[in-house]
């Protein structure tokens, strides 16, 4: 039996900021609880947790400083999730770094810490769940990639190699776990208007914007409600998938 959203927790990798924050609120508002990770932002935390507060004063919602590629500290909030909230029915797997830089540039450490954040934490995440949800023959699990991840990125190679492999980390696992009730799916993102994009000039973005076939940069919260329907029970028929939320610029 599926739950009811107020009786399911979702708990949101890197869900201090951007993608991540709009994701807390969303599915707040729908009307889960929600637990989310952060690093190194306290003062962004807080003023999610706040924000959720303030708009639906009865959800709950629990801040867990965790960084998504120590193995240990994935195991640790997804377990302080289930002690405080309930073991969660969604994951979200955001956390995530990008970094621009030519590829004959990139140090051994560049590569290994891309590697780590956005690819391992991905494994560590899903791999702390998944026991309570086979248990209870029922989840969701979210992965937010990027279309470079779909076509590849000059000057991002190692963030587009990693996000090549959530994407194949979710085909893949959507078909090991489909038998268990288990749904796997990955959202793409295009060019989002987030902080990531901070050291954009006001010309390259405008750039970015014509390039894409709507005339616009995409926001958090358009990802945000992807991804509370592929949470919902509605969207039990979609796994493996990877949505590309891109305004066209990737089709």
Same mark, same amino acid.
């Given at each position: ?34 637990? $989310? ?19 639906? &004063? ?25 002690? *405080?909230?309930? +073991? &969660? ?32 934490? *991905? ?29 590849? +990125? ?24 489909? &038998? ?19 050291? $954009? ?11 894409? &076939? *709507? ?13 509370? $329907? ?22």
């Amino acid at each position: 039996m599926i739950p009811s959203h107020n009786q399911q927790t979702v708990l949101i990798t890197g869900g201090s900021r951007g993608i991540g924050a709009a994701a807390v609120l969303a599915f707040a508002k729908a009307g889960y609880r929600v637990a $989310f990770t952060w690093h190194s932002r306290p003062d962004a935390a807080r003023r999610v947790v706040d924000t959720v507060r303030e708009m639906t &004063p009865e959800a709950p919602c629990l801040a867990i400083m965790a960084d998504s590629a120590d193995s240990a500290a994935v195991q640790a909030a997804v377990e302080q999730t289930a002690r *405080v909230l309930g +073991g &969660p029915q969604i994951l979200v797997c955001n956390a995530g770094i990008a970094q621009q830089k030519l590829f004959t540039d990139l140090t051994d450490e560049d590569w290994h810490r891309m590697m780590s954040v956005d690819l391992d934490g *991905v494994f560590y995440a899903c791999r702390a769940v998944l026991p309570g949800m086979i248990r209870e023959k029922y989840g969701r699990i979210l992965c937010v990639s990027s279309m470079w991840g779909q076509t590849g +990125g000059s000057c991002e190679v190692h963030y587009s190699a990693a996000k090549a492999g959530v994407i194949g980390m979710c085909r893949a696992l959507a078909k090991e776990e489909g &038998p268990s009730g288990i749904t796997v799916n990955c959202v793409a993102p295009g060019v989002i208007d987030t902080d990531m994009m901070a050291s $954009f000039s006001e010309e390259d973005r405008a750039a970015l914007a014509e390039e894409t &076939p *709507v005339g616009r940069l995409g926001t958090a919260d358009e990802i945000a409600r992807t991804l509370v $329907f592929l949470a919902s029970p509605e969207a039990g028929y979609i796994t493996g998938q990877v949505i590309g939320q891109n305004g066209g610029l990737v089709i």
